[in-house]
């Protein structure tokens, strides 16, 4: 228990010490600015992590659930621990945050916990932080594309387009398989089945979010492009009548 106590205060200690590096080396930006490239840089740290132990490292979360943690999986784990932490704290202290981002927070946070407490179920639980940060790069992106000005352009709509699909496919489809495979096998504790049912309700209530969100935007570019099509017939109409009159 010491040692898993040290581990995630080590990773505490190096996500502040980068979120204050990048403040004073960013002094013209904003304290979101810099604290989104902590979170972009625990994204792409913990999906490859992650993919590691998945893919490679093994055992496979679908077939294996419930097995005993390995040393690399309780490594991701107190690393992405420290993270949520910190992120916490930074969203409660300066009220960025809604109450589903923050019950996401406290979900991740007591599911690494229960894992690391009961010295099993890593692997399912890193498969889940795969799936939930495999999204967060886009995410950090569609924010400083809006922080710069460049949102409403073709990449934003590239971005958000490809972060839909990428969310629908991997929270919500994958995200399905994995709860079933969780639930259907006899060696995951109970109170991990019902931690595993609450993260993907959360997910679910993400996607309505994110789906009234995709028609909102459809809706206004469909109807941008009507009213330009509407424009360029009436300039057709006028050169053609300005012709006749030739």
Do not use: K
């Given at each position: 228990m010491t040692s898993l106590i040290l581990q995630v205060a080590c990773s505490l200690i190096g996500w502040i010490s980068t979120y204050t590096t990048l403040c004073h080396i960013n002094e013209h930006r904003g304290y979101e600015w810099n604290c989104r490239l902590v979170t972009l840089l625990h994204g792409l740290l913990v999906v490859s992590m992650t993919a590691y132990v998945g893919f490679v490292d093994g055992p496979w979360p679908f077939t294996d659930p419930g097995s005993p943690n390995s040393p690399l999986q309780v490594q991701v784990l107190c690393l992405s621990l420290g993270y949520f932490i910190?992120?916490?704290?930074?969203?409660?202290?300066?009220?960025?945050?809604?109450?589903?981002?923050?019950?996401?927070?406290?979900?991740?946070?007591?599911?690494?916990?229960?894992?690391?407490?009961?010295?099993?179920?890593?692997?399912?639980?890193?498969?889940?932080?795969?799936?939930?940060?495999?999204?967060?790069?886009?995410?950090?992106?569609?924010?400083?594309?809006?922080?710069?000005?460049?949102?409403?352009?073709?990449?934003?709509?590239?971005?958000?387009?490809?972060?839909?699909?990428?969310?629908?496919?991997?929270?919500?489809?994958?995200?399905?398989?994995?709860?079933?495979?969780?639930?259907?096998?006899?060696?995951?504790?109970l109170v991990v089945k019902i931690c595993g049912v609450a993260m993907y309700v959360l997910s679910w209530v993400f996607m309505v979010s994110i789906g009234r969100f995709a028609w909102k935007k459809s809706s206004q570019k469909y109807r941008k492009w009507q009213e330009r099509r509407k424009v360029a017939d009436v300039h057709v109409v006028a050169n053609g009548n300005a012709k006749k009159v030739d």
């Open positions: 910190f992120d916490m704290c930074w969203c409660i202290y300066f009220q960025t945050e809604g109450l589903v981002m923050l019950a996401h927070h406290t979900m991740s946070i007591f599911g690494i916990v229960l894992a690391l407490a009961l010295e099993e179920s890593a692997i399912e639980v890193n498969a889940v932080l795969f799936g939930s940060e495999i999204t967060n790069p886009l995410l950090q992106a569609r924010w400083f594309l809006r922080s710069v000005g460049r949102y409403d352009s073709l990449i934003g709509d590239l971005v958000d387009a490809a972060f839909v699909l990428l969310f629908a496919g991997m929270r919500i489809g994958v995200g399905a398989r994995m709860l079933y495979c969780e639930l259907a096998s006899p060696r995951p504790r």
